[in-house]
Nanobody, 120 residues
Framework: QVQLVESGGGLVQAGGSLRLSCAASGSIFSIYDMGWYRQAPGKQRELVARITSGGGSTNYADSVKGRFTISRDNAKKTVYLQMNSLKSEDTAVYYC?????????????WGQGTQVTVSS
């Protein structure tokens, strides 16, 4: 298990930007794919971005493609989510997790997440 601590959320106007960070501690980080998820009130948690262990490949949900960018720094055991052109529908609690590289299933217990609120 690894402890995941998300940060960087906040209140932003529509069209604005935020950069989220997820710091991992305790165990191996660099061999795992990483994912950013979000959960809006009354909705299921959804995967919005994924990055491979070496950072060479990324995937995005259609709803954020072209606006969000996932990146990672394995030396710092940190994964980032740059969010631009934010919309009200991006309002959610954002979480990160290590992913099983074959199944894509999250590996760790969920952290506390970081709240992103976009005002229109």
């Amino acid at each position: 298990q690894v402890q995941l601590v998300e940060s960087g959320g906040g209140l932003v106007q529509a069209g604005g930007s935020l950069r989220l960070s997820c710091a991992a501690s305790g165990s191996i980080f660099s061999i795992y794919d990483m994912g950013w998820y979000r959960q809006a009130p009354g909705k299921q948690r959804e995967l919005v971005a994924r990055i491979t262990s070496g950072g060479g490949s990324t995937n995005y949900a259609d709803s954020v493609k072209g606006r969000f960018t996932i990146s990672r720094d394995n030396a710092k055991k940190t994964v980032y989510l740059q969010m631009n052109s934010l919309k009200s529908e991006d309002t959610a609690v954002y979480y990160c997790n290590r992913l099983n590289s074959f199944s894509g299933v999250p590996v760790d217990s969920w952290g506390q997440g970081t709240q992103v609120t976009v005002s229109s």
